[in-house]
């Protein structure tokens, strides 16, 4: 069994509290949150990291990013595997957890859904086919609670676009010696916050008479917490490192 505690009481983590029961290969052994939640099952509750008193193989994080960053360094030295969904990260962030995968298996992504994957690959293999032609824009969706904008998922789809773009510049630049051209061109940004939207994504890709677009809409919440948890399942026999949801579904 794999002992995993959840760190956070938010809605994410509340979620993949009330998924962990349904797989075999994960135990609950712990909730990590400043406050108590009301609708915590029967396990294990600290407040703080410091206070857990629990052997662990897996820590799963959703909270803030000072979180995040508290969970990289308490995982690093207790050696645990981290797998983190925590968005709005700032440099010292990323920082903590890459330094934390030199000494276990880490995993962070804004968005743990397999379809979000599958939708960052495509946008980097069609940004890469369609150059710098393609004026390129994401629109992101999401509930009225929802703090930063644009979503880490928007920013991580833009990564991707401008990632794909790079690559196929250099590809024709090697195939056929042309310039790539002098202009990598910007992604522009649209966010809006309303109601109790989950998450949706739109990216566009705007040519001269014509127009591609890429849709992801989680419909449940629940999508992000079974993807946490089966990136847990995996990143528990990984060796140390900083891995990405293409890494654990193979999709790069």
């Known amino acids: 069994m794999i002992r995993t505690v959840v760190h ?7 979620s993949v509290l009330a998924q962990l029961s349904g797989y075999d290969k994960l135990e609950p052994v712990a ?3 400043r406050t108590l939640p009301d609708d915590c099952p029967g396990i ?3 407040a703080s990291l410091e206070e857990l008193q629990s ?4 820590l799963i994080d959703f909270t803030l990013p000072g ?3 508290a969970a990289a360094r308490w995982c690093a030295a207790n050696n645990v595997a981290l797998v983190s969904g925590t968005t709005g990260l700032v440099d010292k962030d990323i920082e903590a957890l890459k330094s934390a995968s030199r000494e276990v298996p880490v995993l962070w992504a ?3 859904s397999h379809g979000v994957a599958l939708v960052t690959a495509l946008v980097r293999q069609a940004a890469a086919a369609l150059g710098v ?3 390129i824009s994401i629109n992101d ?3 009225r609670h929802k703090l930063d904008a644009p979503s880490g998922t928007a920013l991580a789809l833009a990564g991707a676009a401008l990632e794909g773009r790079l690559l196929g510049s250099q590809s024709r630049l090697d195939g056929e010696g042309s310039s790539p051209g002098t202009e990598d061109g910007d992604v522009a940004f649209s966010s809006v916050r309303e109601g109790e939207v989950i998450g949706e994504h739109t990216i566009s890709f705007t040519m001269p008479n014509e127009l591609i677009e890429i849709t992801h809409k989680a419909l449940d919440r629940t999508v992000f917490a079974k993807g946490a948890l089966k990136a847990g399942e995996w990143l528990v026999g990984q060796k140390p490192g900083y891995y990405s949801t293409s890494d654990w579904l193979g999709l790069d």
């Open 44 to 46: 294990d509750w600290f």
């Open 67 to 69: 979180g995040a960053r």
């Open 110 to 112: 804004p968005n743990l």
């Open 55 to 58: 052997d662990a193989d897996l």
């Open 8 to 14: 956070g009481a938010g809605r994410m983590a509340r």
């Open 141 to 143: 969706v999401h509930h």
């Open 133 to 135: 032609g393609a004026e």
């Open 31 to 33: 909730l990590v949150s």
